[in-house]
């Protein structure tokens, strides 16, 4: 099983068998309120029926075609789509079957471009120390996690990180974005300054990092960043696989906080996790580079066998509408201060360090056992899933990340359960 201690679950086995709205159901028939959209990505709740549908009518139409060097209608209109929802010029669209391959295209992308634009030494990769980009080998390089690395090398090599942006001792409990950002950006002058402007491809940041314990951008820093790949000619990647289709209470983290990247990863709500597929967004620059050469030629000799596949751009398609009838963005950015109040409101237990929230994102930390790191927010996210509550704990983080569609009462209840949890430790 990923990311499991399978000998331990085979003991004490989690069985799911249905879900539905905000709900998941055991095998035993207990309801389980879904406190992190499955995996981040069932932002519109379980089993929705317009998304059922839609994939179901695609089944009898067209279930697979090939996408090499042949097209289906399907594809190209959910592409004309998202190339409406995200922000600027990021007109075009590369299909990927998952977030781990939509980071690692992306990076292919960012050193084709530059092979392309005549500057074939621009190839390092500058990613962040505790990021997440995924499991394949480009994203375990420019990502920052020694448990995703450690047993894997070597690895990419022309790559370096960024520190990350966490600052526990100065922005503790700090509410939405901790201020100070911009001087944590440049830091990337520093790399500059190491490796110099004409060897590096490209940035790839997590606007605000998922995975690794919720660690909102503090005021500045994406804008920085963006100023100061502008004036070096290197990228600048959003990974958005987590902050895209309204996490945020916005299209993605790009229109949320107003700044431009030349690409953006996504995946998880871009089908509402009803069919696996990722999608890279690319700029008119970088795809008007690309488009060079003989008519004949393969302009990006990359690609998956299911880019594209029509399963999951019915189900995309079909999502996309669900978040614009249903007002799914915006309803997130409503209900943001209630999320904040709420989880804020468990700052009084002695075993917590930091809340953090941004969206419909929240994260409770907990001072680790010094010997057994993880232990602790484990055994929450244990008696939570018992008590009908389940939630995502990284580290001795605990994150929230509910569909989009909870309710007040909903967000009550799982500050309620946490509370009593939290009250045992
Ligand atoms: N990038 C980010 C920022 C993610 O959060 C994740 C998954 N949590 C991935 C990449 C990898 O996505 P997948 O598991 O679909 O490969």
Known sequence: MPFTANRAFRESPRMLSTAEGMYYKNVDGHKILDGCSGLWCVNAGHGNAKITEAIKKQLDQLSYAPAFQIGYGIAFDFADRLAELFPG?????????????????????????????????????????????????????????????????????????????????????????????????????????LHGAPNIAAVIVEPMAGSTGVLIPPRGYLGRLREICSQHDILLIFDEVITAFGRLGDSCAASRFDIQPDMITTAKGLTNGAVPMGAVMISDQIHNALMTGPENMIELFHGYTYSGHPLACAAGLATLDVYAEEDLFKRAREMEPYLEQAVHGLSHHNCVIDIRNYGMVAAIELAPLAENPGVRAFSVFQKAFDAGLLVRTTGDTIALSPPLIITKQQIDFVVNTLDGILATI
């Open 89 to 193: 010029d990021l007109n075009h669209v590369f299909f990927t079957n998952s977030g781990s391959e939509s980071v690692d295209t992306a990076l292919k992308i960012a050193r084709a471009y530059h092979r392309a634009a005549g500057n074939p030494e621009k190839v390092k990769l500058i990613g962040r120390e505790r990021a997440y980009h995924g499991v394949n080998f480009g994203g375990i390089s420019v990502g920052g996690i020694l448990n995703n690395r450690q047993r894997f090398g070597p690895l990419l090599p022309e790559v370096d990180h960024l520190p990350h942006t966490h600052d526990l001792n100065k922005n503790a409990f700090s509410k939405g974005q901790p201020e100070n950002g911009a001087e944590k950006a440049d830091r990337l002058l520093d790399l500059i300054a």
